[in-house]
Every structure is written in C-alpha cells, then in structure tokens.
C-alpha cells in the first residue's frame, strides 16, 4: 500500500508564495516520477509541474518562471514552490506519483489534493 500525503495549500493574496509539499510513504521499491497536477472548479485536471522517469523537469507554460518543482529522494518527498500566484492559480493541486512496488510492477497514485486560493 501506498500512500501521498500533501500539504501546505492555503489561502494568499495575488503576488504572494506558497510552498507544497508531498510525501510517498508505503511500500516503495522507487519513484519513477512525481509531480504536481492541479484542477479548477469546472475544469479539467493539468499538469502544473513533474518530474519525468528521466530526472527531467516539466512545467506547463503558465507557470513557468514562477513555479520551481525539488525533491528529496532521501524522503520520498516532492516540494511545489510557487512565487507570484495569481488569481488563476486557484484549484486543487494534486500529486501525483509512478511508483515502483516491486522490480515488476508499476502504479499510478494521486494523492488527496490540497487547495491553494489566490485573492485578487
């Protein structure tokens, strides 16, 4: 069983920061990529940022230059660094993990979501 835990969502006016963070706990044979999706009521769910199977970083474009996606591999934990929110960055962000349980098997897991409001 595996299991993603968030945090740090919140309420921030236009221009200010939050930090997210995820953590993967369980039965963990390896990570193979993790990352941030995020949906607004009425829409559908998007990638915000993620780190690919290759160690690579992907940001959606409108994001990019104020989102910084890190990790701590040595934590299972992902951190979602976000400067300059605007009201459109409000939704609930999800992680989103590919986790190895074992050498054979790969799962997707989401976890619960955390909301993140941005008041003008």
């Known amino acids: 069983q595996v299991q993603l835990v968030e945090s740090g969502g919140g309420l921030v006016q236009a221009g200010g920061s939050l930090r997210l963070s995820c953590t993967a706990s369980g039965n963990i044979f390896s990570i193979n990529a993790m990352g941030w999706y995020r949906q607004a009521p009425g829409k559908q769910r998007d990638l915000v940022a993620a780190f690919t199977s290759g160690g690579y970083t992907n940001y959606a474009d409108s994001v990019k230059g104020r989102f910084t996606i890190s990790r701590d591999i040595t934590k299972n934990t992902a951190y979602l660094q976000m400067n300059g929110l605007k009201p459109e960055d409000t939704a609930v962000y999800y992680c989103?993990?590919?986790?190895?349980?074992?050498?054979?098997?790969?799962?997707?897991?989401w976890g619960q979501g955390t909301q993140v409001t941005v008041s003008s």
């Open positions: 989103n993990a590919n986790i190895a349980t074992d050498r054979r098997y790969v799962y997707e897991y």
